[in-house]
């Protein structure tokens, strides 16, 4: 406790509030220290609201005694990550912490290995990285005790998957979002195809995120899957799940799997879509079609609001067709644009941009990035990590943007702890930073919050 009362001040005095706002701020291994500082603290770090919607990894279970459960449960966690996926694992999962919502597997399970998680009434989310040991008629068959709750669902890996077992997951008609991750066989070529894909798509009513991520579908197949299928119930097999007309997407991810354009008919289908998921894509970097096709996802899909560019390495020219309702945009490693492309971005949505980034984009030097904040005056998140234009004349002009809250500088060593300090000054300390490294120990306190995606499991 003497870490606490320090200089005649009990700092248990003060509001529970600002506490939980310094916790926010430190690190996993920071918590923990200051956990077993005293129990004043403990009792605050086991508060949850400091662990809500939290992704917690929970290793070696069979050493969690009583009281780590019961720690846990204090706590309210949610959101759960195993490294192991054996039934034994699950079933002391399913005892200790009986209101898990989300459950994410990192290891291969075995078929009948998931059939535990039937005892967590509120499960509604989960994730499988490495499907390689399940076929999709055993993950079904696993499953089935709590499809009927089940709505969000990741699998990756999906080399023993074919049509016929990917046809099987049509079966969950409450999933909201279905994301498939690395469709590689183990024996070459793609596990998925365009129709089995478009018999899942128009069979789930609910669904309204879709992420496909190194999928493999050619050009084709892709516009296949969101093409409707014949209608014409002498098309249907016995048996089939009736289909819906028309898809109601949010949220579309394409990572590395587009590098053709899409028919006209699978946009058709699309045009509900506000955030939209491209990066690493290779239709963006082809020099080989006009840039009216390159971007014609663009012009058919008039509601996104979120894009992501990321590794595309996109021309200037692409953002001359950005939907003019964009909000946020992330550019990072596009390292071909410049500011030329900032200003076509700034036809097209200056007004509207709230979030950008442009980590790694070393093309756009520092006089585009002084004018940032005419360019995109309502600017509330920006991240320049790894920009060679970032001066300290670029830093006092952007504590112009009136509504910046957040600036990612990762990876820009030049900037004088001098500038850092008038920034902070000339912005009243309104906006979260994150600095290079070398200069975190020095600036914890204006770190970005909420990075840390795990937390500690253990008291």
Same mark, same amino acid.
């Given at each position: 406790?003497?870490?606490?009362?320090?200089?005649?001040?009990?700092?248990?005095?003060?509001?529970?509030?600002?506490?939980?706002?310094?916790?926010?701020?430190?690190?996993?291994?920071?918590?923990?220290?200051?956990?077993?500082?005293?129990?004043?603290?403990?009792?605050?770090?086991?508060?949850?609201?400091?662990?809500?919607?939290?992704?917690?990894?929970?290793? @070696?279970?069979?050493?969690?005694?009583?009281?780590?459960?019961?720690?846990?449960?204090?706590?309210?966690?949610?959101?759960?990550?195993?490294?192991?996926?054996? *039934?034994?694992?699950?079933?002391?999962?399913?005892?200790?912490?009986?209101?898990?919502?989300?459950?994410?597997?990192?290891?291969?399970?075995?078929?009948?290995?998931?059939?535990?998680?039937?005892?967590?009434?509120?499960?509604?989310?989960?994730?499988?990285?490495?499907?390689?040991?399940?076929?999709?008629?055993?993950?079904?068959?696993?499953?089935?005790?709590?499809?009927?709750?089940?709505?969000?669902?990741?699998?990756?890996?999906?080399?023993? /998957?074919?049509?016929?077992?990917?046809?099987?997951?049509?079966?969950?008609?409450?999933?909201?979002?279905?994301?498939?991750?690395?469709?590689?066989?183990?024996?070459?070529? /793609?596990?998925?195809?365009?129709?089995?894909?478009?018999?899942?798509?128009?069979?789930?009513?609910?669904?309204?995120?879709?992420?496909?991520? *190194?999928?493999?579908?050619?050009?084709?197949?892709?516009?296949?899957?969101?093409?409707?299928?014949?209608?014409?119930?002498?098309?249907?097999?016995?048996?089939?799940?009736?289909?819906?007309?028309?898809?109601?997407?949010?949220?579309?991810?394409?990572?590395?799997?587009?590098?053709?354009?899409?028919?006209?008919?699978?946009?058709?289908?699309? *045009?509900?879509?506000?955030?939209?998921?491209?990066?690493?894509?290779?239709?963006?970097?082809?020099?080989?079609?006009?840039?009216? @096709?390159?971007?014609?996802?663009?012009?058919?899909?008039?509601?996104?609001?979120?894009?992501?560019?990321?590794?595309?390495?996109?021309?200037?020219?692409?953002?001359?067709?950005?939907?003019?309702?964009?909000?946020?945009?992330?550019?990072?490693?596009?390292?071909?644009?410049?500011?030329?492309?900032?200003? /076509?971005?700034?036809?097209?949505?200056?007004?509207?941009?709230?979030?950008?980034?442009?980590?790694?984009?070393?093309?756009?030097?520092?006089?585009?990035?002084?004018?940032?904040?005419?360019?995109?005056?309502?600017?509330?998140?920006?991240?320049?990590?790894?920009?060679?234009?970032?001066? @300290?004349?670029?830093?006092?002009?952007?504590?112009?943007?009136?509504?910046?809250?957040?600036?990612?500088?990762?990876?820009?060593?030049?900037?004088?702890?001098?500038?850092?300090?008038? /920034?902070?000054?000339?912005?009243?300390?309104?906006?979260?930073?994150?600095?290079?490294?070398?200069?975190?120990?020095?600036?914890?306190?204006?770190?970005?919050?909420?990075?840390?995606?795990?937390?500690?499991?253990?008291?």
């Amino acid at each position: 406790m003497a870490s606490v009362m320090s200089g005649g001040v009990d700092w248990l005095l003060l509001p529970f509030d600002l506490y939980v706002e310094i916790f926010q701020y430190l690190t996993a291994g920071e918590r923990a220290s200051a956990r077993v500082a005293c129990r004043a603290f403990r009792a605050l770090l086991d508060h949850p609201c400091l662990w809500h919607d939290r992704t917690v990894r929970l290793r @070696e279970l069979h050493r969690y005694d009583a009281r780590t459960w019961r720690t846990l449960q204090g706590r309210r966690v949610s959101r759960v990550e195993l490294a192991r996926a054996a *039934a034994k694992d699950l079933r002391r999962l399913t005892a200790g912490l009986p209101d898990v919502t989300a459950v994410r597997l990192t290891g291969p399970p075995r078929a009948g290995a998931l059939a535990p998680l039937a005892a967590l009434a509120r499960l509604r989310d989960v994730w499988l990285d490495d499907c390689t040991r399940l076929s999709g008629a055993e993950l079904l068959r696993d499953v089935a005790p709590f499809s009927g709750r089940l709505t969000h669902l990741t699998l990756g890996n999906l080399t023993s /998957f074919g049509d016929d077992d990917l046809r099987q997951l049509a079966r969950l008609q409450n999933l909201e979002a279905l994301s498939l991750r690395r469709c590689l066989k183990s024996s070459g070529g /793609f596990s998925i195809s365009g129709p089995a894909l478009q018999y899942v798509l128009f069979r789930l009513p609910k669904l309204r995120s879709l992420a496909l991520y *190194a999928a493999g579908l050619s050009s084709d197949g892709l516009s296949l899957a969101f093409t409707p299928p014949c209608q014409d119930p002498a098309c249907n097999a016995e048996g089939d799940l009736p289909c819906i007309k028309s898809l109601a997407l949010e949220n579309l991810g394409l990572t590395h799997s587009l590098s053709w354009p899409l028919s006209d008919e699978a946009l058709d289908q699309l *045009a509900s879509v506000r955030t939209l998921l491209v990066n690493s894509c290779y239709l963006f970097r082809r020099r080989d079609l006009p840039i009216r @096709e390159v971007t014609a996802i663009f012009q058919r899909l008039p509601n996104v609001v979120h894009l992501d560019l990321g590794s595309t390495n996109c021309k200037n020219a692409v953002l001359e067709h950005v939907p003019a309702s964009l909000q946020s945009l992330d550019l990072r490693d596009c390292y071909s644009i410049s500011g030329a492309g900032l200003q /076509f971005l700034w036809e097209r949505a200056g007004t509207s941009l709230r979030h950008l980034n442009l980590s790694l984009c070393n093309r756009v030097s520092h006089q585009p990035l002084a004018v940032l904040h005419k360019l995109f005056p309502n600017l509330e998140s920006l991240d320049l990590s790894s920009c060679r234009g970032v001066t @300290e004349g670029v830093l006092s002009s952007l504590a112009c943007l009136p509504r910046l809250r957040m600036l990612c500088l990762r990876a820009v060593p030049d900037l004088p702890d001098d500038a850092l300090r008038r /920034f902070r000054t000339l912005t009243h300390n309104r906006v979260l930073l994150t600095l290079p490294r070398e200069k975190e120990c020095n600036h914890q306190m204006y770190g970005l919050r909420g990075r840390d995606r795990y937390t500690l499991a253990c008291p």
